[in-house]
């Protein structure tokens, strides 16, 4: 069965948090200074366009926005076995909230042009917003399913399983369609051998490196500035602050004796 | 006057707990506008629950019935939000909607529809003052009054970042469940009803719930769970849980809860996700097991009356915010415990 043509995996490259590395003494994380990873819940936005080209035949490709050492986590999807990659850089990017983020890939998604299945990860480990994925199906004015734990297609509709609270449902939904991809989907599988020895000729060739990754900025997309950036985003973050520490009134107990004593009082 | 609005969300018609806490959350903040809250209702035979959201604190419910709104479904709830909202001449000033799964899948696309800005997932709203001073900025530069302060947690939770959006109304934000609080009912508190047009296209459709499954009685919600025992990547096998389901069954009703590692390990399903990724929990008592309590899991179980703590690791966070705790391996701690939680 091979009927997909197009499959397109929106990935990010995010600080890693679990590294100290480029952490500002007020908790903020210095970009240039912190350790680089790809974003943990893309991993199974990946997975998902690899088990939906397996199954069902197609092209993917894997699509980023950021500065241009985000183009490390397109040789990790390469690697995995992606065919395409684009990476969407520019300065006036700088800033976007997801309103402006959504609006320069829906850009880029059109400038691509056809898809049958648009993959993202459920949210970013810096944003956190999840708010994305769903503001590039309205953008698109295409059906989405997010939090999708599971999906098979059959008579060119998609059915998909979605985590909901206390449970699941399980949706049909006409193709092209957006998909956030839970984390309690498949985790990523290993790299392939092909893509290794791709992305390693790819570090050597530039002509290869042309071939496989594609750079664009927004003249391309043909992206209205006004739109992106910190001047084209409608919120803005007017103050951080460190959450303080709760504080040490821990009563260390020695024993199981003592701590069953103390539940019996709690629970009176 | 200025409106405050909220979505109500219900599950077989029955009114969700997130519904009351939006309710509460806009009460608070439409007292200090001398706004008016108002309620969105969408579902089918539902219009006996309009009573409970007077009640919670709407002084306004605007309802659509029709038999495709019945359960959630993102294309035909956010057509007829969107349509109704902006076909008004005033827009709402503030729309508040749960970060669950219903309101997180629509609010990014009813903030697309309105231009406005969407914080995600907030756990503080105040109402505030923004003075704009932007070099770069010029043209939205300015003093803004009035403003939605939504306030959430950022950098793996290290961080409490404000986030505004002046600009555009309605300001919308997700409010993450179990942390605002209803108010207490008002009973036979009057008011306004305002019946939705409903335009629904083919496209609108084009998605069909095959089946939903919620887990109703075998299993309590974890967000409103009285008792929690929540294992961390301590208990170091999916094996692990047995034990904690033993001390489980030595309370009534206790639920089991687990920190995002052991679900990234597949210890456990997600649902029972506790902390930044999962779910907020407010139980009575929290006895967290080989829990480190870094800043992640901390914002979802802090709310606890009574946090516990077994871990082996005396440095471990955990112990900073704990109530009360035992320094010791949790494969002795908790075996003698159930000995002597069976003896009562």
């Known amino acids: 069965m091979s009927f997909l043509k197009n499959i397109f995996v929106l990935i990010k490259q995010v600080p890693d948090q679990g590294s100290k590395a480029g952490v500002n003494l007020d908790g903020t994380i210095d970009r240039a200074k912190a350790r680089r990873m790809l974003n943990p819940f893309d991993r199974y936005a990946l997975q998902a366009a690899l088990d939906a080209k397996k199954n069902y035949g197609g092209q993917i490709t894997a699509i980023t926005m950021g500065p241009p050492l985000a183009i490390e986590i397109l040789f990790e999807a390469l690697e995995h076995g992606v065919d395409n990659t684009i990476l969407l850089s520019d300065r006036s990017l700088a800033g976007s909230d997801t309103w402006a983020t959504s609006y320069a890939l829906k850009k880029t998604i059109n400038y691509l042009g056809e898809f049958d299945l648009i993959f993202c990860g459920l949210q970013t480990t810096d944003g956190d917003t999840a708010q994305v994925g769903s503001q590039i199906a309205e953008r698109l004015n295409i059906p989405q399913i997010t939090y999708c734990e599971d999906f098979k297609i059959e008579n060119e509709k998609i059915i998909a399983r979605r985590v909901i609270e206390g449970g699941h449902q399980t949706l049909k939904a006409p193709l092209p369609c957006l998909i956030t991809v839970a984390n309690s989907y498949k985790a990523l599988k290993y790299k392939t051998i092909h893509g290794a020895k791709l992305v390693q000729d790819i570090m050597r060739e530039e002509e290869k490196k042309n071939k496989y990754i594609k750079i664009l900025n927004i003249n391309d997309i043909k992206a209205n500035p006004d739109f992106l950036g910190i001047k084209g985003s409608p919120t803005i973050v007017s103050k951080t602050e460190k959450i303080s520490e709760i504080s040490g009134n821990c009563k260390i107990l020695k024993g199981s004796k003592e701590l069953s004593l103390e539940l019996k009082e709690i629970l009176k | ?344």
């Not at chain 2, 969300?9 to 969700?16: G, I, M, Q």
């Not at chain 2, 939504?150 to 961080?159: D, K, N, T």
């Not at chain 2, 459709?205 to 089946?211: A, D, F, H, P, V």
């Open chain 2, 1 to 344: 006057m200025k409106e405050i609005l909220v979505l109500a969300e219900h599950v077989d018609n029955k009114l969700s707990p997130i519904t009351f806490e939006l309710l509460g959350a806009a009460r608070s903040l439409a007292d200090k506008l001398q706004a008016r809250v108002a309620c969105f209702l969408l579902g089918y035979n539902i219009k006996d629950q309009i009573q409970a959201l007077f009640s919670a604190g709407a002084d306004r419910v605007y309802i659509a019935e029709h038999p495709e709104l019945k359960d959630y479904r993102t294309l035909p709830y956010n057509k007829i939000i969107s349509d109704y909202i902006s076909s008004l001449e005033i827009k709402p000033h503030i729309f508040l909607i749960g970060a669950t799964t219903t309101g997180r899948d629509l609010a990014p696309r009813l903030a697309c529809k309105f231009n406005s800005g969407l914080t995600a997932d907030c756990t503080e709203l105040d109402i505030g003052e923004f003075d704009y001073n932007s070099k770069t900025d010029i043209k939205r530069s300015g003093l803004y009054k009035d403003c939605l302060y939504a306030i959430r947690p950022s950098f793996g939770e290290s961080l409490k970042a404000r986030i505004l959006g002046p600009w555009n109304n309605p300001q919308m934000a997700t409010i993450r469940p179990g942390i605002m609080l209803p108010i207490k009912p008002i009973e036979n508190k009057q008011g306004e009803i305002i019946e939705v047009p409903i335009n629904l296209t083919k496209n609108d459709l084009e998605i069909e719930i095959i089946e939903s499954f919620r887990e109703i009685n075998n299993e309590i919600d974890l967000s409103s769970a009285e008792i929690i025992i929540e294992g961390g990547y301590g208990l170091a096998n999916a094996q692990g849980f047995d034990l904690l389901r033993e001390l489980a069954g030595c309370f009534n009703n206790a639920s089991l809860g687990a920190t995002r590692k052991v679900i990234d390990e597949g210890w456990m399903p997600y649902k029972y996700q506790i902390g930044q990724t999962g779910k907020t929990v407010r139980p009575k008592l929290l006895i967290a097991c080989g829990v480190s309590g870094a800043i992640q899991q901390r914002i979802g179980i802090q709310n606890a009356g009574c946090i516990v703590a077994i871990n082996k690791d005396a440095c471990a966070p955990i112990f900073r915010f704990a109530h009360y705790g035992i320094i010791g391996d949790l494969y002795h701690v908790i075996p003698e415990l159930i000995k002597e939680l069976k003896e009562f």
